[in-house]
């Protein structure tokens, strides 16, 4: 069986998750192989809040943000994959494991967040992702989370 590869644009990112600047840390969702795994695109650029203080004259992105952002990813491919788009779903942090950073992340730097679903299924509201992001090929940082996916009644 072949599964069509998806994607979303800032358009279908902002109908899934409910974030918005200066906390939409996802540009763009490609190869978006069902629920089961896609790629997150975010554009680091110097304007960014948090570069303000973190840190001054060595801008630096948080490792939060970076996690945070590939939880953003997760939460696209399961919207995109499941048709969640304009259904107001709120995701949640469980658990973060084994989280791990290898490389800073800076402006300038395109940072690509692959995702894989370890645990989870349609209808369920508890998923487990993996996540790897990398800057031109060099592993930034690596984690292991559980999520709460919530959906409203219909």
């Given at each position: 069986m072949?599964?069509?590869?998806?994607?979303a644009d800032i358009g279908l990112i902002q109908r899934i998750i409910p974030h918005r600047y200066p906390f939409l840390l996802v540009d763009k969702v490609v190869d978006i192989d069902g629920y089961q795994s896609a790629l997150g695109i975010k554009n680091v650029t110097m304007n960014e809040p948090h570069f303000q203080g973190h840190f001054p004259g060595n801008p630096i992105m948080p490792g939060v943000t970076i996690v945070e952002a590939m939880a953003q990813t997760a939460a696209v491919m399961v919207g995109v994959a499941l048709d969640y788009a304009d259904r107001e779903m709120k995701v949640y942090?469980?658990?973060?494991?084994?989280?791990?950073f290898r490389r800073m992340v800076v402006p300038g730097d395109v940072l690509e967040m692959r995702l894989t679903t370890?645990?989870?299924?349609?209808?369920?509201?508890?998923?487990?992702?993996?996540?790897?992001?990398t800057v031109e090929g060099e592993m930034a940082a690596e984690v292991e989370f559980t999520a709460m996916m919530d959906m409203p009644a219909e």
């Open positions: 072949t599964t069509e590869l998806k994607s942090f469980m658990a973060i494991d084994g989280c791990k370890l645990r989870g299924r349609p209808g369920g509201k508890v998923w487990r992702f993996g996540g790897k992001a």
